[in-house]
């Protein structure tokens, strides 16, 4: 059995890496897409938000994931609003895949245009050449990652809009990666006291595994402080990415230490992105602390699923099911 005390370890390195490592000047860094290249490196595209208020997107690389970082000299995607009038206010909290039919890197971004922030897509074969993709899903929309193959032909694309003032998951379909359509709602946001009541939306791109998609989503919690931002985790069928197996009743991972609980914006843990080490178990979890930097969190496959198995409901939540039904299920105590 695994506590949420134990289920990730927070690397000894934490904050792996901050404003300070930076080769130019920057006010915080957080919020960071990963993905492994071919040859084993590890790649961050950090969030970086300059000192007028506004984010752009750079790239760190390390060999082992954890130190070492080699960070590039200069911003790698900033925004150009006079080519791509959706980047006014800057690029943010980017998610990364690699889509193996089409032997390139998919990032889906945050675009803070002037009406909002809306979803963005670029793709990548080295993280030096972009080919901007423009806008896919307009204010106010964020949160989105691709899967990273076709269903029946479409691509598949989750994303949180905002909707009678809740934010959920949803989850749409498109042939060609530009006009998207079958809209649905894939797992809302709990009500009342939940921790992950009103307001959710998708932390990492969702994660292949024998099971299942796992995905790990951040719930945002408003109390008279301001907000808290924690994660927590759901199971989808392998091939219907639409059919929720299992959500997690608690969270797994929340803002603990000071790196976590103090900064721009306090109590946050925002991940971005993970990789899977070699051994096709350890997963690296890579979040901004507090919106001001950067901090990884590893645990592994078979201790998420002994968890969900432990925790997770098919009842509690679930896109189809009645108020009635989400609300009234699993009264049990959650340690
Ligand atoms: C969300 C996003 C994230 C940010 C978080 C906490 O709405 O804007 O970029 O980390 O709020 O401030």
Redesign the pocket.
């Known amino acids: 059995m695994y506590s949420r005390q134990t289920l990730f370890t927070r690397s000894a390195k934490n904050p792996i890496l901050t404003a300070q490592d930076w080769p130019y000047p920057a006010h915080t860094v957080?919020?960071p897409g990963a993905t492994r290249l071919k040859d084993g490196t590890t790649l961050l595209l950090c969030?970086v938000e300059d000192f007028r208020g506004i984010s752009h997107l750079t790239v760190a690389r390390s060999k082992n994931g954890v130190d070492g970082w080699e960070i590039d000299k200069v911003p790698t995607m900033f925004p150009d609003p006079e080519h791509r009038p959706e980047e006014l206010w800057g690029l943010?909290?980017p998610r990364i895949i690699f889509m193996p039919e089409k032997e390139r890197y998919f990032i889906t971004y945050?675009a803070y245009t002037r009406s909002g922030?809306g979803v963005a897509i670029a793709s990548t074969e080295d993280f030096v050449e972009f080919e901007h993709g423009g806008m896919i899903m307009q204010p106010d929309d964020?949160n989105a990652a691709l899967l990273p193959r076709t269903f029946d032909g479409n691509y598949v694309l989750l994303h949180r809009p905002v909707t009678d003032h809740t934010a959920g998951i949803w989850i749409a379909r498109s042939p060609d990666l530009i006009n998207w359509g079958s809209h649905e709602l894939l797992l809302p946001a709990r009500r009342g006291g939940w921790w992950d009541a009103n307001r959710i939306g998708l932390a990492c791109p969702p994660i292949e595994t024998d099971r299942g998609w796992l995905v790990f989503y951040h719930g945002?919690r408003s109390n008279g402080a301001g907000?808290l931002?924690r994660v927590g985790v759901a199971l989808f069928e392998l091939e219907h990415p639409d059919h929720c197996l299992l959500r997690g009743d608690g969270w797994v991972f929340g803002p603990v230490e000071p790196y976590e609980t103090a900064g721009d914006?306090a109590y946050?843990v925002?991940p971005c992105g993970y990789t899977l080490a070699d051994d096709g178990e350890t997963l690296n979890i890579y979040y901004?602390a507090a919106?001001t930097c950067i901090g990884l969190a590893t645990t592994t496959l078979t201790k998420v699923f002994t968890w969900l198995d432990e925790h997770g409901s098919t009842l509690v939540g679930m896109a189809g099911q009645s108020a009635e039904q989400t609300d009234l299920v699993d009264q049990k105590p959650m340690y």
């Open positions: 957080f919020n969030r943010e909290d945050t922030p964020k945002v907000v931002y914006v946050v925002f901004g919106d």
